[in-house]
């Protein structure tokens, strides 16, 4: 398995596909190990794909101490040059797009063109859902908590609607929440301190700054990264596109037009639509 060492840090990642570099940086819980996953999506079929586990999760080391967004930004920075790539696309989904919201800030050079996809800039511009007000609730509460926010039009009314499609739903995302490797004692403290991270996420006074080429990729249902909040990121960054897809936070899976959607922007092709 391959990995780079920064400090006490050693980042898992992997590479698939061919064509253009394109870094994508996953969200929260994100691990490698998970599929059907970004490895599998259309992406890798157009792009050199370079996807790590952020440290704190999957593979990767999960230190017990506070981590910051800088740290964040900075380990997909080192991975960038350990691979010897000096730059690339970057696709930041969800708390993946807070960290490359930082890399491009603090390393513009190393973007060529920057996809945020379901994610938030923090202070003005709206915070993502607090999901560190979760922390020390079993899977199942924070699940069922997390449907109808994730996803609006999941709500009381629908779940009555349609129990058996809401309870098939919700054992899903119990699923998808579960530890690959339930053996791994650090599981929980990494993923603690990743959502410890965003509490502090704010570049929104930042985004101006950003001169790369920059799309914004959201849900319309999403109850964490709000339409809104896509909105005001769009007026923030010059020049910047917004497009909004059929689903909540996981529009990704949600809407078979949203992947190819992102590559044809990360291809230079989505200003022309």
Do not use: N
């Not at 994100?30 to 440290?55: E, V, W």
């Not at 960038?80 to 603090?106: H, K, P, Y």
């Not at 690959?180 to 502090?200: C, K, N």
């Not at 529009?251 to 992102?262: E, N």
């Amino acid at each position: 398995m391959p990995f780079v060492q920064r400090g006490d840090i050693a980042l898992h990642y992997q590479m698939v596909g061919a064509g253009p570099r394109l870094l994508v940086i996953t969200g929260t819980g994100g691990d490698l190990r998970r599929r059907p996953g970004i490895l599998d999506s259309p992406l890798a079929q157009r792009f050199s794909l370079l996807a790590y586990d952020q440290r704190g999760l999957g593979q990767s080391s999960k230190p017990d101490r506070a981590y910051s967004m800088e740290e964040y930004a900075e380990d997909a920075a080192f991975l960038l040059g350990e691979i010897g790539w000096d730059s690339a696309a970057v696709l930041g989904i969800s708390f993946g797009g807070m960290v490359a919201q930082e890399l491009a800030l603090r390393h513009p050079a190393k973007v060529e063109r920057l996809a945020l996809a379901c994610t938030s800039p923090g202070g003005a511009g709206g915070a993502s859902y607090p999901l560190h007000e979760l922390i020390g609730l079993d899977i199942e509460t924070r699940s069922r908590h997390l449907m109808g926010i994730a996803d609006t039009r999941l709500d009381a009314a629908w779940v009555a609607a349609d129990p058996a499609r809401a309870a098939a739903m919700l054992d899903g995302a119990i699923a998808a929440m579960r530890p690959i490797d339930p053996d791994d004692a650090a599981v929980e403290i990494g993923a603690r301190r990743q959502l410890e991270a965003r509490i502090g996420h704010d570049t929104f006074d930042r985004l101006p700054q950003l001169r790369m080429p920059v799309g914004i990729f959201g849900g319309k249902y999403d109850g964490i990264a709000l339409p809104a909040t896509q909105k005001r990121m769009q007026r923030q960054i010059p020049g910047s596109t917004l497009r909004f897809f059929e689903g909540g936070h996981q529009f990704l899976l949600q809407d078979p037009a949203a992947a190819p959607a992102i590559g044809e922007f990360l291809a230079g092709q989505l200003s022309k639509l």
